[in-house]
Nanobody
């Protein structure tokens, strides 16, 4: 079972994008879910995560106040609203399902990675 991220694209600095993450084959209603990103030549880094219920969220300092993660209660679909985008946000964005019910920041806690979606922010 893999998750599929979508909604990426090319946007100017200061613009917005909304990413979606959907699962097929099973639900992740008891699992936290998260967004990670990877720029060329860099390691995958944590962006944001949300608990199974949607009631707890956690953000990387670099996106706090600009990005919002959400999901409906125990929903398999997750979103990342990205506002005030900066060129340094340019990366491939991936969504994953955690082995835990509460959000964590470690990539090793997540699985079911699918193909990412490319976000490119021009200056």
């Amino acid at each position: 079972v893999q998750l599929q991220a979508s909604g990426g694209g090319l946007v100017q600095a200061g613009g917005s994008l909304r990413l979606s993450c959907a699962a097929s084959g099973r639900t992740f209603s008891n699992n936290a879910m998260g967004w990670f990103r990877q720029a060329p030549g860099q390691e995958r880094e944590f962006v944001a995560a949300i608990s199974w219920s949607g009631g707890n969220t956690h953000y990387a300092d670099s996106v706090k106040g600009r990005f919002t993660i959400s999901r409906a209660y125990a929903s398999v679909t997750m979103y990342l609203q990205m506002n005030s985008l900066k060129p340094e946000d340019t990366a491939a964005y991936y969504c994953g399902a955690s082995r835990y019910s509460l959000p964590t920041t470690r990539g090793a806690d997540y699985g079911s990675w699918g193909q990412g979606t490319q976000v490119t922010v021009s200056s």
